[in-house]
């Protein structure tokens, strides 16, 4: 199999960010998509091996997409998690002041990671939102009295000068990425299994679940509730548990969990992130 590892793109992205800090320990060549949907497609079909998608922000929550991918009837796997540290720049063409800017472009995600600061020092500037950082970019460096929300790295892709750094709302800002492939880890006895449920349409089917994590001494750690695209008010819940899918009272709680709910999916087991990228 290749070496390559997929990752949002185009270049600029904290995506590729994430991937060269990853690639750069594990000799992979990171190869840009323009959608999720297209990483997913890519490693089903093995033209890559592995990727990396961005699935929550400490300030700024859930990436909606990377789950609604996963809740689809597909084989990917998560075989790992990745912690990249955000620092958002505001960055224009050389030359621009910050009270010129008429225009602040970003990904939606960034504008909202920065509203405090807009508030309070560019309250000229109107948020454009873009699909990606990186196209953002190309646009802000054709014209002037626009800014971009990036990291540094865009800057220096783009030949844009940096006006402020660290403008976040809060410092941590930190994203957490999954490294998805077919197949999970094995145990490394500090590791964390996600999984996929839908529940029974009656009273205290939830407290019912979560109840079962309890009883085994399972550290729930996350759940996050989607719409199951049938009726309104019909929900799954993706759930992160401490602990790997072959470790026994794991086992034993995913047996029990399976005669309480209408299906159980598990999306992979894996180690735990033990390090922030920088």
Request: overall charge positive; aromatic content about 8%; some cysteine.
């Amino acid at each position: 199999m290749n070496n390559l590892l997929g990752y949002l793109g185009p270049k600029g992205t904290y995506s590729e960010e994430t991937a060269l800090r990853y690639s750069a320990d594990t000799h992979l060549k990171p190869k840009p998509y323009p959608s999720f949907e297209q990483i997913f497609a890519a490693v089903e079909k093995k033209e890559i091996p592995q990727a990396v998608i961005p699935v929550e922000n400490s300030l700024q929550g859930s990436v909606n997409l990377t789950f609604d991918l996963f809740a689809k009837d597909r084989p990917v796997k998560i075989r790992g998690e990745l912690l990249l540290k955000i620092r958002h720049c505001l960055m224009a063409r050389p030359g621009q002041k910050v009270m010129q800017i008429e225009e602040v472009y970003s990904h939606p995600q960034a504008l909202a990671q920065c509203r405090l600061y807009l508030d309070q020092n560019m309250p000229q500037a109107a948020r454009i939102p873009a699909s990606s950082t990186a196209e953002a970019a190309e646009f802000v460096a054709r014209d002037k009295n626009k800014a971009l929300i990036a990291s540094d790295r865009t800057a220096r892709l783009y030949s844009l000068e940096v006006l402020r750094e660290d403008i976040q709302d809060k410092s941590p800002n930190v994203t957490r990425f999954l490294l998805i492939g077919l197949s999970d880890k094995p145990p490394t006895g500090s590791d964390k299994t996600s999984l996929l449920i839908s529940l029974q349409d009656r009273p205290g089917s939830l407290y019912s679940a979560l109840g079962i994590f309890a009883r085994h001494d399972l550290n729930l750690t996350k759940i996050e509730p989607r719409p199951a695209r049938e009726t309104l008010g019909k929900y799954i819940f993706f759930l992160d548990i401490e602990g790997h899918r072959k470790e026994k009272k794991v086992e034993q709680a995913l047996a029990e969990l399976k005669k309480t709910t209408l299906f159980v999916k598990v999306l992979g087991s894996y180690p735990l992130a033990r390090q922030t990228f920088l």
